[in-house]
């Protein structure tokens, strides 16, 4: 229907138009400390606490890779045994 050229090109007009209707330029943006009205104080957190969040990340991602990638294959053939044996 459509090409990957025309795709990619739409997504790419696209992307400067929402980049030119922000109305904030860069020399806007200003990282003094004098001007910022809102201040974030960095909040140490404990390592095992770092440990954990980022195991439990990536088992969740293990997880979705798996159930999208390897389990499909295994449904496929156990509905196709059940298909093969009479009733």
Do not use: Y
Request: overall charge positive; aromatic content about 6%.
């Amino acid at each position: 229907m459509f090409s990957q050229r025309q795709v990619l090109g739409s997504l790419a007009g696209l992307g400067i138009v929402l980049g030119l209707a922000s109305g904030v330029r860069a020399n806007q943006i200003s990282n003094h400390p004098a001007k910022s009205t809102a201040k974030f104080l960095k909040i140490e957190q404990p390592l095992s606490l770092k440990i954990g969040i980022t195991a439990g990340g990536l088992s969740l991602i293990g997880l979705e890779l798996w159930w999208f990638l390897l389990s499909k294959n295994q449904a496929k053939t156990q509905s196709a045994s059940v298909k093969a044996d009479p009733p």
